[in-house]
């Protein structure tokens, strides 16, 4: 929801100080951060023996279905027997299936290409190159700076819907989060960005977001703006 990244050295650590489990979800972070895309753990260089239940999706990076737990064998046995999910749950269908093994596949580079490299690299570079033209533009952005989650804040539930309402009226599709789902106050456009995009596309959204923050008085990072506006933002 904010675009962070969890700080999971000084999270482990406080593990181990109170022996306590580790509950890590990799939703947006699995194909998406790390040199390899294998998520947080390898972003922030740690060891996945560190963490006793790792979930995550398969809806995002893998373009398929479903989701996945992973964890000692004992704690995953007993999930699959007692879980009422498990136990009532339907098994995946073969396509979907065979739609996450190609993807893991080619993130693993066990195609033979170097097209899992190639895109993670260029997920970080549509990402950083979003996020500071977003400031440039005058936009107050949540988030860290690799993550390709970027929260703009819109602050009021009236002025985020407007936004949305606008981009949409000029064949730009954003998400709105508002309350319940946010602080009253911190309501927020969201944008989700993609190995997929190109620099042509990225641009174009830019554009049109200016041009509707400009009418909808959203642009709420103006004073930030003027650090970044004699800086040249390469792609």
């Not at 049109?208 to 709420?220: E, G, L, P």
């Amino acid at each position: 929801m904010e675009g962070t990244i969890s700080p999971l050295p000084q999270v482990i650590a406080l593990k181990k100080k109170y022996k306590a489990y580790l509950f890590l979800d990799e939703a947006h972070s699995i194909g998406a951060l790390g040199r390899t895309g294998r998520g947080v753990v390898e972003y922030c260089g740690c060891s996945p023996a560190d963490v006793d239940i790792m979930m995550g999706t398969l809806t995002k990076s893998f373009a398929a279905a479903g989701g996945y737990i992973a964890g000692a064998k004992q704690l995953i046995d007993h999930l699959r027997v007692k879980s009422h999910d498990g136990v009532y749950g339907m098994a995946m269908s073969p396509p979907v299936v065979q739609q996450v093994i190609s993807s893991m596949s080619i993130m693993m580079g066990k195609d033979g290409s170097d097209e899992g490299q190639r895109r993670i690299k260029q997920l970080i570079r549509n990402t950083h190159y979003f996020r500071k033209q977003l400031k440039k533009l005058g936009f107050l952005t949540y988030g860290h700076m690799d993550s390709p989650v970027v929260p703009c804040v819109m602050f009021y539930c009236t002025r985020s819907l407007h936004f949305i309402r606008e981009t949409l009226n000029r064949n730009l599709a954003t998400v709105g989060v508002c309350y319940p789902a946010t602080p009253l106050a911190k309501c927020r456009a969201r944008f989700c960005l993609s190995a997929g995009h190109t620099k042509e596309q990225l641009d174009w959204a830019l554009n049109v977001c200016s041009q509707v923050a400009d009418i909808s008085n959203t642009k709420y990072g103006m004073q930030e703006a003027a650090e970044w506006r004699n800086v040249d933002i390469i792609y």
